[in-house]
Nanobody, 131 residues
Framework: QVQLVESGGDLVQPGGSLRLSCATS????????IGWFRQVPGKEREGIAC????????HDTGSTEGRFTFSRDNAKNTVYLHMNDLKPEDAGVYYC????????????????????????WGQGTQVTVSS
């Protein structure tokens, strides 16, 4: 059974940092494209950073101006989003999602640009940025 469980969301002041975690089970990270996404009320879910589980490719949508970094620990089947210099506009519910249909390196960009390609989602974790 495929599962993704996010954690690490919190209330943080502007300029602060967070590390989000996405623990996965039911599949191995290596072959697939997995990413971090954000959703705010009234807007569609948007890709933030996506990569292949093996680490052989990555896509950053550029929406966070290099302040966020995607990393993985394949031994733990866990991916992370390191968030630095947080701004109020970074607030939202953050999700991780995986596409279990690998169609080549373009899949990494595809899931970030078209989140509808994601096959499985976690439940999300709330990030609030406020003083």
């Amino acid at each position: 059974q495929v599962q993704l469980v996010e954690s690490g969301g919190d209330l943080v002041q502007p300029g602060g940092s967070l590390r989000l975690s996405c623990a996965t089970s039911g599949f191995t990270l290596d072959p697939y494209a997995i990413g971090w996404f954000r959703q705010v009320p009234g807007k569609e879910r948007e890709g933030i950073a996506c990569a292949r589980g093996s680490g052989s490719g990555a896509h950053d949508t550029g929406s966070t101006e290099g302040r966020f970094t995607f990393s993985r620990d394949n031994a733990k089947n866990t991916v992370y989003l390191h968030m630095n210099d947080l701004k109020p506009e970074d607030a939202g519910v953050y999700y991780c999602g995986v596409d279990l249909d690998w169609d080549g390196p373009a899949t990494i960009t595809a899931i970030c640009v078209f989140p509808s390609r994601v096959d499985y989602w976690g439940q999300g974790t709330q990030v609030t940025v406020s003083s």
